[in-house]
């Protein structure tokens, strides 16, 4: 309706996410947005309102930025409430590197994503490979390890080496987990 009344404009359209950039047509639409709609609506206040991470993240991996994409899932995750009476569970799956491949499995499926855990290479298997169009990354998780140890397994078991031939960039990524807040708190990328 918004839109078909002038109150928003198109301003760009992305084929890959098939998604709309709208646009607020002037000052004056802007601070009635602003000071009226989106308070009375929303209940926030302009300031607050953002993309939400499925876009921030899947934009950012777009643009080659990895490390951007995990400042964005660090964020994420760290706002994700946990259910009382599931604590106690959540507390011993946590230091299992297999719970955070999962968790990130999900968030890059969703994202409509070409993702594979445990993939199965000469030397090993990789925690995690996702295939974009021009990039195909390799993730190593850790909990009881750093994320240069994550990333030196990837080159001592040769884990990115299949990918080299594709004609894409392959980026390597290692990720420490903390096991009490459940976010990664510590990436390291290389190319």
């Not at 760009?12 to 607020?24: M, N, Q």
């Not at 594979?116 to 169009?133: E, F, I, L, N, S």
């Amino acid at each position: 309706m918004l839109y078909q009344s002038g109150y928003l404009t198109i301003k760009g359209y992305d084929l890959e996410s098939e998604t709309y950039t709208l646009a607020i047509p002037n000052r004056e639409v802007m601070i009635g947005y602003t000071e009226g709609l989106l308070p009375e609506y929303a209940g926030l206040e302009s300031g607050y309102v953002k993309g939400g991470f499925a876009l921030k993240f899947w934009r950012a991996l777009k643009a080659h930025d990895a490390d951007l994409a995990m400042r964005e899932m660090q964020t994420f995750l760290a706002g994700v409430l946990y259910v009382e009476d599931f604590k106690k569970k959540l507390e011993s799956v946590a230091v299992a590197e297999g719970f955070y491949e999962y968790t990130m499995y999900l968030i890059f499926t969703m994202l409509n994503f070409y993702v594979h855990t445990q993939v199965k290479v000469a030397g090993g298997r990789a925690d995690m490979v996702v295939w974009m169009p021009d990039t195909t990354y390799v993730f190593e998780l850790k909990v009881n390890g750093t994320a240069q140890q994550a990333l030196a397994q990837i080159d001592q078991n040769s884990y990115a080496i299949p990918y080299q031939a594709e004609g894409r960039r392959v980026v390597k990524v290692g990720v420490k987990f903390n096991a009490d807040t459940r976010v990664p708190e510590d990436w390291v990328i290389a190319e």
